[in-house]
T-cell receptor, first 112, second 113 residues
Framework: SQQGEEDPQALSIQEGENATMNCSYK?????LQWYRQNSGRGLVHLIL?????REKHSGRLRVTLDTSKKSSSLLITASRAADTASYFC????????????FGKGTLLTVNP | DAGVTQSPTHLIKTRGQQVTLRCSPK?????VSWYQQALGQGPQFIFQ???????QRGNFPDRFSGHQFPNYSSELNVNALLLGDSALYLC????????????FGNGTRLTVT
């Protein structure tokens, strides 16, 4: 079963605009991660935010985490055509649970 | 520094056949996880191997089995293939027995006809 649910399912913006994607999950977590997948290829890890953190930045990426609402958001600022990809959130429950549980993803299209 | 490599990249099999997919983890990594990704869906966890043992298994039938070798490489075997097994199979590695973050290969695209 998939724990995370990304919203929206698809997002189309113009180059230079900001893109915001949301993720909701169901159970308590140790950390939440965001991955990017270019069409038909493997996933690339973008950023990890721990359950005791509220916000994290990496370059043009900003991630927030609200554990009370069981939700996270990924903001990509000043988007570029090369940011066109699917974005997935993945939750890590920690403890003896070693798997990451992925959502269905948001397909981001950045138009030049 | 080689990343995660998977072979083959594409495979076409017939229902009822068996398939073996291979994965070499990123250099320095000792933990290998396998995921199945159906079209338009997120990856679904199959199992994870660490120290040549299956550490955790997802909700997949026994037709799915795996192995990890002393050099940390891994195989995924699927028996009695069904049409629904058609998917992108992703291998991911992580280091020092950690569960994440994961480094993914580009996957094996399996088509069952």
């Amino acid at each position: 079963s998939q724990q995370g649910e990304e919203d929206p399912q698809a997002l189309s913006i113009q180059e230079g605009e900001n893109a915001t994607m949301n993720c909701s999950y169901k159970t308590s977590i140790n950390n939440l991660q965001w991955y990017r997948q270019n069409s038909g290829r493997g996933l690339v890890h973008l950023i990890l935010i721990r359950s005791n953190e509220r916000e994290k930045h990496s370059g043009r990426l900003r991630v927030t985490l609200d554990t009370s609402k069981k939700s996270s958001s990924l903001l990509i600022t000043a988007s570029r055509a090369a940011d066109t990809a699917s974005y997935f959130c993945a939750t890590d429950r920690g403890g003896s649970n070693y798997k990451l549980t992925f959502g269905k993803g948001t397909l981001l299209t950045v138009n030049p | 520094d080689a990343g995660v490599t998977q072979s083959p990249t594409h495979l076409i099999k017939t229902r009822g056949q068996q398939v073996t997919l291979r994965c070499s983890p990123k250099s320095g990594h000792d933990t290998v996880s396998w995921y199945q990704q159906a079209l338009g869906q997120g990856p679904q966890f199959i199992f994870q191997y660490y120290e040549e043992e299956e550490r955790q298994r997802g909700n997949f039938p026994d037709r799915f089995s795996g192995h990890q070798f002393p050099n940390y490489s891994s195989e995924l075997n699927v028996n009695a293939l069904l049409l629904g097994d058609s998917a992108l199979y992703l291998c991911a590695s992580s280091g020092q027995g950690k569960r994440s973050p994961l480094h993914f290969g580009n996957g094996t695209r399996l088509t069952v006809t």
